[in-house]
């Protein structure tokens, strides 16, 4: 946000409902990933912004595209970070992985939360980063929980800060994990009701090349496919030598000069 901002442009981040200092839903099992569309949308609306580049991380990248499907009259251009193209709905490549994967693991009510609640928010949030940090998708055994397969005594990656952590625990202090496990985990294998989607907006994704999302089944070749260039025709791929799933708080000057020369491309 800063690198935009002195860049001349005007950034703008929000909690999506039910995370971090945003309102948790009366009903949060009820939520799905069109609650964030419609969301952004209202927020853009709110702040009189007709259109705008939308910038998506991980499953963050679901409702970007989405919006841009639903909504193209309000993209200016996509930037996504570790995700192609991707719609919620049944997934093989999902379905391929293993039992304990940890997408599966937390698409089962109850599971998560009672892994979870062995820990502090500020120790789950640590696991996390150390658990997506490595090459290989996190996958517990049979007699695992996901948390278990981190060692306590292994070290924060050297490019997050304690005070980092300190903060980012600080939100889920008051949202708890609820939502999130909702949106995206419970959600991820309901149709969405998009049919032959298209995006006609200038597209940036960004890839570390050590993020374990690449070891997906055929999310690889599918990153480089004709398949999502018909998806997606305006599309530019980076690969980032030695970026992992967090590329952009690991090399965050890299990708800030990946993402103003797109702004600056594709930018009125």
């Known amino acids: 946000m800063i690198a935009a901002a002195k860049a001349g442009y005007r950034a703008v981040a929000y909690d999506f409902r039910g995370y971090g200092f945003s309102e948790i839903p009366a009903e949060p099992e009820k939520g799905s990933f069109i609650d964030l569309v419609e969301d952004t949308i209202s927020l853009l609306d709110s702040l009189g912004i007709s259109k705008a580049f939308l910038f998506g991380t991980d499953l963050g990248s679901f409702p970007a595209y989405m919006i841009a499907v639903l909504y193209p009259e309000r993209v200016a251009g996509i930037v996504s970070l570790g995700v192609p193209f991707k719609l919620p709905g049944p ?72 005070e980092d952590l300190a903060v980012y625990a600080s939100s889920y202090l008051k949202s708890g994990f609820r939502y999130p496990l909702q949106v995206p985990y419970r959600t991820l294998g309901i149709d969405c009701g998009i049919t032959n989607p298209k995006v006609e907006a200038p597209t ?13 089944p055929a999310n690889a070749d599918y990153i480089k496919s004709d398949k999502l260039k018909h998806i997606v025709p305006d599309l530019e791929t980076v690969f980032v030598e030695e970026g992992n799933h967090f590329v952009h708080e690991k090399l965050p000057e890299e990708v800030n000069e990946l993402m103003i020369s797109f702004l600056n491309e594709h930018g009125n």
């Open 204 to 216: 940036l994704l960004i890839m570390g090349e050590k993020d374990y999302a690449l070891s997906f």
């Open 91 to 162: 997934s093989d490549a999902r379905d391929l992985m293993p039992e304990g994967f940890y997408c599966k693991r937390w698409q089962e009510p109850g599971r998560a939360e009672a892994d979870f609640g062995r820990f502090d928010v500020k120790t789950v949030i640590k696991n996390i980063y150390i658990l997506f940090s490595g090459t290989k998708p996190p996958t517990a055994r049979e007699d695992q929980e996901i948390m278990d397969l981190v060692d306590p005594s292994t070290p924060l990656p050297p490019w997050l800060s304690e």
